[in-house]
């Protein structure tokens, strides 16, 4: 079974993180870390309580708890989504800050050349932005912002989310079936 570490940052679009998580039950073993910001946008954002989205991982880590497990690169996991990720997190990733847990899994997931996604979350992007981006996109994370693509003709909210989705779990070789894939136009 496939091993995923999901980290929150306080970004806006803490729903993708609920998505994500609830698209990897029972296919993926799920390590959370949740950030202190993250918990202020879940009651912001959502009529969902914290609990809510701890209960849908395997297991539940604490941002500040820099001994853990995902600390190590001699804990395997098939890599990293931080979803959504704020410019902080973006920032501390891309200099190798890792004052927290949520950024110290992030490095080791770096360090030991597995997949990091990043689903950063921010509009407009300036030139630091976009610099930070370029850093960490070296060094070998993948950037994933929220973009939806309208060729599968979305009707709802939850289907562009769903399609954001689907692209992360590609991403990982996860099977699914959240949005329709282009095949090409038809008709034309």
């Known amino acids: 079974?496939?091993?995923?570490?999901?980290?929150?940052?306080?970004a806006s679009g803490v729903i993708y993180a609920f998505r994500i998580l609830d698209a990897l039950?029972?296919?993926?073993?799920?390590?959370l870390i949740i950030s202190n910001a993250s918990r202020t946008t879940v009651a912001l954002e959502t009529d969902f309580d914290i609990k809510e989205l701890e209960?849908?991982?395997t297991y539940v880590h604490e941002t500040a708890n820099l001994a853990a497990p995902l600390s190590s690169g001699s804990f395997l996991t098939d890599g990293m989504v931080i979803i959504p990720?704020?410019?902080?997190?973006?920032?501390?990733?891309?200099n190798s800050y890792n004052e927290?847990?949520?950024?110290?899994?992030?490095?080791v997931t770096l360090k030991e050349r597995r997949?990091?996604?990043?689903?950063?979350?921010?509009?407009?992007?300036?030139?630091?932005?976009?610099?930070?981006?370029?850093?960490?996109?070296?060094?070998?994370?993948?950037?994933?912002?929220?973009?939806?693509?309208?060729?599968?003709?979305p009707r709802t909210i939850d289907d562009v989310i769903?399609?954001?989705?689907?692209k992360i779990l590609d991403l990982f070789g996860i099977t699914?079936?959240?949005?329709?894939?282009?095949?090409?136009?038809?008709g034309l």
Request: proline share 5%; glycine share 8%; net charge positive.
């Open 85 to 94: 990720c704020s410019i902080k997190s973006l920032s501390a990733i891309a």
């Open 162 to 166: 769903n399609q954001t989705i689907g």
């Open 115 to 153: 997949k990091l996604v990043l689903v950063v979350r921010e509009t407009p992007l300036h030139t630091g932005h976009l610099k930070l981006m370029v850093k960490v996109s070296e060094i070998g994370a993948i950037i994933l912002p929220p973009v939806p693509a309208f060729y599968h003709k």
């Open 25 to 31: 039950s029972g296919q993926v073993e799920s390590h």
């Open 55 to 57: 209960n849908k991982a």
């Open 176 to 186: 699914h079936n959240l949005f329709k894939r282009w095949e090409g136009p038809i």
């Open 1 to 10: 079974m496939k091993r995923i570490v999901v980290g929150v940052s306080g």
């Open 100 to 107: 927290n847990l949520l950024i110290r899994a992030a490095d």
